[in-house]
């Protein structure tokens, strides 16, 4: 009986609704922030957080500053900031102080969120802390155009046997928003990324650099596929992406900035003994990339979680500039 009513919403969205009105029905099964909106609603720049860097990417309570700090700097450059997570089994769409401090606290007891877990940590009504393929999803469904977030997920070392390769990329091929991050993060292999992101037909550009970044590290010894220089030139990309109704994402890499690339040396050398470790534990699947990154934090006395937080409030800024020229577009 459950199923068949199922059946019918899903029927009634797809067959008997025009496309505006199957996406304000989708809009209602997500909570939304007034201040979000009321952005959305007036054309104003938005931005979209990912939820899972508070919960699993740092401890208690230096996630909920640098959470608060991201989004200051969101509202500081002109746009409106979205972190979205799932709360008692609610999408919510802009987090209000309130529920900012109730994730980061509750940290990695938060379900780490994709997109495939959206329907279970619903149903349960649950808690989840969305990735970047999650929140590509929920950005999409109430019409937000700019993600910023540290780094994506990619084709992971020795994909060729373990065949782990992040969600985040197939999302991108499939959700038609620009991601603004520092690239992809060192503990991947960078070269099938990028080959992998060129097979899903994804537009990828380096911010002010002819080489694809490396998260912690400027560079990566790979050739940025593309190049944009300023935040007009990947809002015309994003506005044209947008008109032409392309169906694929974009993704914006932009370089740690420099006065935190120095440790790079240090931090991939960690990387590569944090690697070996997580094999011999046998830690793969989503549990994998948490456990790396802690792992370089502690064999780097902090550095990496440093150079982290730098490189997403950067990319906090670059992204907010971008939504707002491509909201002086619209």
């Known amino acids: 009986m459950a199923s068949s009513s199922a059946h019918s ?3 009634n969205l797809q067959n008997h609704l025009s496309p505006l009105e199957a996406n304000n029905k989708l809009r209602s099964l997500v909570k939304i922030s007034p201040q979000v909106s009321e952005a959305l609603s007036n054309g104003r720049a938005v931005v979209a957080l990912e939820s899972t860097i508070i919960s699993h990417g740092m401890p208690y309570p230096q996630n909920l500053q640098t959470a608060k700090e991201v989004e200051s700097i969101v509202r500081e450059n002109g746009a409106v900031p979205a ?4 709360l008692n089994g609610v999408p919510c769409i802009g987090l209000s102080e309130e529920e900012l401090e109730r994730l980061a606290s509750l940290g990695k007891s938060v379900q780490k969120t994709a997109g495939r877990d959206i329907a279970h940590v ?5 808690n989840g802390a969305t990735t970047v393929s999650a929140t ?3 950005a999409s469904m109430v019409g937000i155009q700019v993600f910023v977030t540290g780094g994506i997920g990619g084709v992971h070392r020795h994909a060729n046997h373990t065949m782990d390769i992040s969600s985040d990329l197939t999302a ?4 038609p928003i620009a991601v603004i991050s520092a690239g992809v993060k060192s503990i991947l292999d960078i070269p ?3 080959e992998y992101l060129e097979t899903q037909e994804v537009y ?5 650099s002819d080489e694809f970044p490396a998260f912690f590290t400027e560079k990566s010894g790979c050739k940025a596929p593309s190049r944009v220089n300023s935040p007009e030139d990947c809002a015309r990309v994003i506005d044209a992406n947008m008109k032409l109704n392309r169906q694929a994402g974009i993704l914006f890499a932009v370089p740690i900035p420099k006065q935190h690339s120095a440790a790079g040396n240090l931090i991939e050398s960690a990387t590569q003994r944090a690697l070996t470790e997580a094999r011999e534990k046998n830690v793969t699947g989503n549990a994998e990339t948490p456990f790396l990154l802690s792992r370089v934090n502690e064999l780097t006395g902090g550095t990496s979680l440093a150079a982290n937080i730098a490189l997403v409030k950067n990319n906090a800024l670059i992204g907010s500039q971008i939504a707002v020229a491509l909201s002086q577009l619209m």
């Open 9 to 11: 919403r899903i029927s």
């Open 83 to 86: 972190t979205i997570a799932i």
């Open 122 to 126: 619903v149903a349960t009504r649950g």
């Open 136 to 138: 590509l999803f929920f």
């Open 172 to 175: 991108l091929g499939r959700t």
């Open 192 to 194: 099938k990324t990028l």
């Open 204 to 208: 990828v550009a380096a911010y002010k």
